[in-house]
């Protein structure tokens, strides 16, 4: 299908690391460890704890203070792709050959490929049979709107399947869930290509896979930190993921045309079913059998209450809500250029063969910045880009205030789409974040929420273009979602770890100099 190890917090601190080690993302994250309370999140105000040799203590404006961690281990640190379940794989010394490497350093990991693979062949079959299916309906009903319906329906039953199924993330091993994800979505697809089955029971079907893709998406990034470790690797491992997605809009609807042109609709279907099918195949024989993340009944016996229950304690700290809102929220305001794509592009006079550079320009600007940031980047600055950039992501919308003309929008757009390379960074942030037991269900809601926003986000940029011009509502929607997103950067601020444990630790510094 395409698309958390606590720390006590109650520890007390130890020296800061030695210069000369190379910097850690931010925020630093801690060596798991030993079994630590349930599945809580730790306090977001806790900083990480790090295994460092001791120096005597100064403060760094850079750096978390440091809580202990249990002993290191032997010097000998793993390669790429081979730490134990859970443990980050890149050990003290090891993050700057990684930054150096790049992307190549992830395909190095045997697993990665597999995933990568798999995640290539779903997307694109999943791309084809949207629209072979929509093309079918068409032809079965001659109802334009069943027909828009069934592309709808591709992303209403996220959040239902994101929030009612999240638990099966950690309650399962994860390659069984993705493998049988595969396999119940290949069955449902194969279902679609019986002649008899009528047109509720194809958008059923369609409402069936929607709602399996969130669990199957989150399971697989949550895997990823168990490939690749919780550091750089997993990083750029999730970048390379997102270059695919957004790069299946513009390879898998043609494609998928070009597909439409040799076969009838339901023989195009037929394509997708053979590609979940290897999917599955690539991630059973590829991948490591590795044990679930929580056992069952830690979150109140039943699938439905360790989902929501999961939901309830990510949702509850206030670090992981403002990082999972910071994926959320631009996405919510960016798609309303694309949505209006077409009414925006008969309204400059624009020739039919814009409408499609319109819909491809954001799609090209954010691989290209991706493939940039993650490249070109070290760790450390990437971190640093990821509120600046969030905070002006959406200002090149503003553009759309004067009513460009076509080179200048697309020029804005692409702008646009470069804005969201600061996800690169927040990625480390929420893997941080969240405890590794909760880290499925944490990925499947952040999964479910961002394609759901991003569906109200294009039916809210309709409904207003009922009432206003619509180069009046792009532009509103860049100074709206602008707005929200500050205030979101003030919240990440807030809650960052290291501002939080610098401002005790002077707060502490004077209370022990008062009492003397």
Not at 212 to 221: L, Q
Not at 226 to 243: A, F, Q, T
Not at 500 to 511: L, V
């Amino acid at each position: 299908m395409p698309t958390d190890s606590p720390a006590p917090a109650d520890s007390p601190r130890t020296p800061s690391a030695p210069a000369a080690q190379a910097p850690a993302p931010f925020p630093e994250r801690a060596p798991l460890p030993d079994p630590g309370p349930g599945p809580t999140l730790r306090d977001p105000g806790a900083p990480a704890a790090v295994a460092r040799p001791p120096v005597p203590p100064q403060p760094q404006p850079h750096a978390p203070a440091l809580l202990p961690a249990p002993a290191p281990a032997p010097a000998a640190a793993p390669g790429p792709g081979t730490p134990a379940p859970g443990t980050p794989a890149p050990g003290p010394g090891t993050p700057a050959p990684v930054t150096r490497r790049g992307y190549r350093a992830v395909f190095a990991v045997a697993e990665f490929r597999a995933v990568f693979a798999a995640h290539l062949l779903s997307l694109l079959g999943v791309v084809v049979s949207e629209l072979a299916l929509t093309v079918l309906v068409y032809d079965l009903t001659g109802s334009p709107l069943l027909s828009a319906l069934t592309f709808a329906l591709g992303l209403l039953p996220y959040i239902v399947g994101g929030t009612l199924l999240a638990g099966v993330a950690d309650r399962y091993p994860a390659r069984r869930v993705l493998v049988v994800c595969d396999l119940l979505c290949a069955v449902c697809v194969a279902v679609m290509l019986v002649p008899a089955t009528p047109v509720a029971g194809l958008l059923a079907l369609r409402c069936l896979v929607a709602a399996i893709a969130p669990v199957f998406t989150g399971t697989r990034m949550a895997a990823l930190t168990d490939i690749l470790g919780e550091g750089d690797l997993y990083v750029l491992g999730r970048s390379l993921l997102r270059i695919v997605s957004q790069s299946a809009m513009l390879i898998g609807f043609g494609a998928g045309g070009l597909l439409l042109t040799v076969l009838s609709p339901r023989g195009a279907i037929t394509v997708t079913v053979a590609t979940f099918l290897c999917s599955a195949a690539l991630l059973r024989f590829g991948t490591r059998d590795r044990p679930a993340r929580a056992t069952r009944g830690d979150g109140g016996g039943t699938l439905l209450a360790e989902s929501l229950s999961g939901a309830r304690l990510i949702l509850g700290d206030r670090r992981v809500r403002a990082l999972m809102l910071l994926f959320w929220v631009p996405p919510t305001f960016v798609v309303a250029p694309e949505a209006l794509a077409a009414p925006y592009a008969d309204a400059i006079g624009a020739p039919p063969a814009a409408l499609g550079l319109l819909l491809c320009a954001m799609a090209v600007g954010h691989i290209g910045a991706e493939l940039f940031v993650g490249s070109a980047l070290s760790p450390r600055n990437r971190s640093r880009i990821v509120l600046p950039v969030a905070a002006a992501g959406l200002l090149p919308l503003l553009v759309y205030a004067v009513r460009p003309g076509l080179a200048l929008a697309l020029a804005a757009l692409a702008l646009a789409g470069a804005g969201a390379a600061y996800v690169i960074g927040l990625d480390q942030w929420f893997v941080d974040a969240v405890p590794r037991e909760l880290r499925g269900r944490a990925m499947t809601l952040l999964t479910a929420g961002l394609m759901t926003v991003q569906g109200l986000g294009m039916a809210l940029a309709g409904l207003a273009a009922e009432f206003f011009p619509v180069h009046q509502v792009v532009a509103g929607s860049g100074i709206v979602g602008t707005v929200c997103t500050l205030l979101l950067v003030a919240e990440a601020r807030r809650t960052d770890p290291r501002r939080r444990s610098c401002t005790e630790g002077r707060d502490g510094a004077d209370r022990h100099v008062t009492s003397r």
